[in-house]
């Protein structure tokens, strides 16, 4: 999560991204003290038997009622510094990520997780 409201970051760093992958179709960043709204449609990436990837996850991102993501293919990890890539496996935890924010606090609340 990253604090892009009225910020010229890069494109595809900010928020509502899939960072380094995909830019936001639109900035729907809520000025500092508002909260943000999130909803992620998030389809895993599936792999053969053999572990090699048979489809790419993909995923749609409302923020703050805005679509900034629309059934986008993830093409692998997001690392910092080379190309992503997909490693096979299975379940795994959830990661959120403050970006090393400097404000007070980055807090996360109503966090809420539905199979499909």
């Known amino acids: ?38 909803d992620v449609i998030y389809t895993a990436p599936r792999f053969k038997e053999d572990s090699s990837l048979f489809s790419p996850a993909k995923v749609t991102v409302i923020h703050n009622g805005v679509v900034v993501q629309n059934n986008t293919t993830i093409t692998g990890n997001t690392p910092y510094i080379g190309l992503p890539k997909y490693k096979y496996h299975g379940k795994g935890p959830i990661k959120l990520q403050d970006h090393g924010d400097p404000s007070p606090a980055i807090s996360f609340r109503n966090i809420w997780i539905r199979e499909l």
């Open 1 to 38: 999560m990253l604090d892009n409201y009225n910020n010229k970051t890069y494109v595809n760093g900010q928020a509502g991204s899939i960072y380094k992958q995909t830019a936001p179709l639109k900035n729907a960043m809520r000025p500092p003290g508002d909260w943000n709204v999130y």
